[in-house]
């Protein structure tokens, strides 16, 4: 009982040092919070958000606000969580972060808490700038799309500390981070609507991770049953338990 104490007792410090930790990189945080509202406004000041037969009568910027959110995933999930663990690791943080009396798994709470904060914070600015400046609006049940988020969020997060468990350095999970990141992002329809991508890369789009982020995001948004999103959750769901089990057998402390 006194060991689960101090752990809970530890665990909100933790968090908060990891989110301060993570506000002070200029980068991280113009990435994760400034970037996607900033070319939802770029983007929406040029296309509009008019009703669209291609989007189902829906405005470009109705489909863009929830496509926009697995940027927001992608980018703390492959960029930010690899780096900021293979960092921490060089420095000798995660050293002795272990061999204080709090457990290794208290340490990877409030890290994916922190994290997973951060990420809805840039995806909240997102959708109230969409909504500020283009009027778009959830169609679908908000919990839902928490919950969607949530398992997306979780999902490319197990990915990133895999990376960092697999990258020998901070350098070398930036370069790998990047390399995986972007070319999802302009593939998935994360970036530019699938709608408008050619039929060769839509169908190229299945192999791609971030592809069933934005179809969760994007049905959930307009209101899509569950059942017509299985395939998007089953393969999250599969990617959350895969890149967790791999994350665990190949994380190093130091």
């Not at 968090?15 to 983007?43: G, H, K």
């Not at 400046?133 to 679908?140: D, H, K, L, S, W």
Request: glycine share 10%; hydrophobic share 55%.
């Amino acid at each position: 009982m006194a060991t689960r104490a101090r752990a809970v007792r530890g665990l909100l410090p933790l968090m908060a040092v990891q989110t301060r930790l993570y506000v002070r990189e200029p980068i991280a945080t113009f990435f994760t919070i400034a970037f996607a509202p900033l070319l939802l406004v770029l983007f929406g000041l040029i296309y509009g958000n008019e009703p669209n037969e291609m989007f189902g009568g829906r405005g470009s910027m109705d489909v863009t606000v929830p496509a926009y959110i697995g940027l927001v995933i992608v980018t703390v999930g492959l960029i930010g969580i690899p780096i900021q663990t293979a960092t921490s690791r060089e420095l000798g943080v995660l050293r002795r972060y272990r061999v204080t009396p709090l457990r290794p798994i208290t340490y990877v709470i409030a890290d994916v808490v922190a994290y997973y904060l951060m990420t809805l914070a840039g995806t909240v600015l997102l959708i109230v700038v969409g909504a500020a400046a283009f009027g778009v609006r959830v169609e679908g049940s908000v919990p839902a799309v928490l919950a969607g988020f949530t398992l997306s969020a979780l999902s490319f997060f197990a990915l990133g500390y895999l990376l960092a468990g697999l990258a020998r350095s901070a350098r070398v999970a930036q370069t790998i981070g990047m390399v995986v990141a972007y070319p999802m992002m302009f593939l998935s329809g994360a970036s530019l609507p699938l709608e408008l991508l050619p039929p060769g890369l839509r169908q190229a789009a299945d192999l791609i991770p971030l592809t069933y982020v934005v179809r969760l995001m994007r049905g959930l948004w307009a209101g899509d049953p569950w059942s017509d999103l299985a395939t998007s959750v089953i393969v999250l769901l599969g990617i959350l338990v895969v890149g967790t089990v791999l994350s665990a057998r190949f994380f190093r402390w130091q």
